[in-house]
T-cell receptor, first 114, second 115 residues
Framework: DGGITQSPKYLFRKEGQNVTLSCEQNLNHDAMYWYRQDPGQGLRLIYYSQIVNDFQKGDIAEGYSVSREKKESFPLTVTSAQKNPTAFYLC?????????????FGDGTRLSIL | AQSVTQPDIHITVSEGASLELRCNYSYGATPYLFWYVQSPGQGLQLLLKYFSGDTLVQGIKGFEAEFKRSQSSFNLRKPSVHWSDAAEYFCAVRARGSTLGRLYFGRGTQLTVWP
């Protein structure tokens, strides 16, 4: 079945360390998104990509970086510059830019600080 | 600027009771509207969506939502709640004709169901 796979499910980061969250989709979707979820704050957009080798900052991009070298993959790196990285991270994808296509979500990665 | 408001942070209902979750949006024009559900530790699952036409849309798991243009609302309803409906519910909007495809989410409503 097609879907979005996020790994790992749980991740721990030490101070000063960069960590990378994986997101892979086999839905043949062009667009991919990263969201951060904190309790009571809904989902906030970190980065999004409409096509390979192109991406845009969302509302809270500081301290994060992404790449989009393949259509299927959109990894997110949480850098040491992100001072409060503890959160639940969700990856999503959607079909070409018709606007009507809903976003499909992975099961998330929970990042915690050691 | 666009915004999505879910006025109720937490709602508690008894199993078998009816449910209505509120969603209001602020946009220049009627956007595309979505409701998602999230179980603990999981991703979001699409319940239903509205693009145009009939203002009452049916979704999965027995949910429906009604679009009211005059009130800029898209409230989610279910006639009889089951214990398995306990989850967090998110309303989301996307600008009609947007080429960027991004969604704007409300802050969510946590639903607790009493047996």
């Amino acid at each position: 079945d097609g879907g979005i796979t996020q790994s790992p499910k749980y991740l721990f980061r030490k101070e000063g360390q960069n960590v990378t969250l994986s997101c892979e989709q086999n839905l043949n979707h062009d667009a991919m998104y990263w969201y951060r979820q904190d309790p009571g704050q809904g989902l906030r957009l970190i980065y999004y990509s409409q096509i390979v080798n192109d991406f845009q900052k969302g509302d809270i991009a500081e301290g994060y970086s992404v790449s989009r070298e393949k259509k299927e993959s959109f990894p997110l790196t949480v850098t040491s510059a992100q001072k409060n990285p503890t959160a639940f991270y969700l990856c999503a994808s959607s079909a070409p830019r018709t606007g009507k296509q809903p976003q499909h979500f992975g099961d998330g990665t929970r990042l915690s600080i050691l | 600027a666009q915004s999505v408001t879910q006025p109720d942070i937490h709602i508690t209902v008894s199993e078998g009771a009816s449910l209505e979750l509120r969603c209001n949006y602020s946009y220049g024009a009627t956007p595309y509207l979505f409701w998602y559900v999230q179980s603990p530790g999981q991703g979001l699952q699409l319940l239903l969506k509205y693009f145009s036409g009939d203002t009452l849309v049916q979704g999965i798991k027995g949910f429906e939502a009604e679009f009211k243009r005059s009130q800029s609302s898209f409230n989610l309803r279910k006639p009889s709640v089951h214990w398995s409906d306990a989850a967090e519910y998110f309303c989301a909007v996307r600008a009609r004709g947007s080429t960027l495809g991004r969604l704007y989410f409300g802050r969510g409503t946590q639903l607790t169901v009493w047996p």
